[in-house]
């Protein structure tokens, strides 16, 4: 099963959080910890991952890291003043990416959630120099995003080994902003 969302892993898996992996019960507190590893429910690996749910979310992931990059604050209490500036950056990334590459973001889509669709997703990744220049995430970051990506979607057998090393000092990457 590769076409499925998280919701049906959960269901799958028994999984009664949204917030947790379904794989190591990781939960956001222990997202930014590289060191830690969960014990895998090996029966989950029989489930997969969504190549299309994964592109999609990581693009979400971007565009949300991006509008909260100059509070630094995912969670907790915000003043007025760190959410309207989130708020403003938020419109800043909607308006360059609607000029620049044409991309709606972060708009409703009647009947359908959200224009954050995976048409949408491919085209952001698609030039990661401008996906970088637009969101001020660095382009190193955002290139080895979309090589993991275009890894899991490849059809191709990944080595494990240089997989794990690649993720890993992409995550590094990451932990650092």
Request: charged letters at 30%; glycine letters at 6%.
């Amino acid at each position: 099963m590769t076409m499925v969302d998280g919701k049906i892993c959960n269901a799958a898996t028994g999984t009664k959080s949204t917030s947790k992996c379904y794989i190591c019960a990781a939960t956001s507190k222990h997202f930014n910890k590289l060191d830690y590893k969960g014990e895998v429910n090996v029966t989950a690996l029989v489930v997969g991952i969504s190549v299309l749910h994964a592109k999609i979310r990581l693009f979400k992931f971007i565009l949300h890291l991006t509008y909260k990059l100059k509070v630094k604050k995912y969670r907790g209490i915000k003043s007025k003043e760190e959410k309207d500036l989130e708020d403003q950056t938020k419109r800043e990334i909607q308006t360059r990416l609607r000029t620049e590459t044409g991309l709606l973001i972060d708009m409703p889509k009647s009947n359908f959630g959200n224009r954050n669709d995976g048409n949408t997703s491919r085209r952001f990744f698609e030039n990661p120099t401008l996906a970088a220049e637009l969101t001020g995430i660095s382009y190193k970051l955002t290139y080895r995003l979309k090589a993991i990506l275009e890894a899991i979607s490849s059809g191709f057998e990944i080595d494990p080994v240089n997989y794990e090393r690649y993720a890993s000092e992409t995550a590094r990457l990451y932990v650092k902003l």
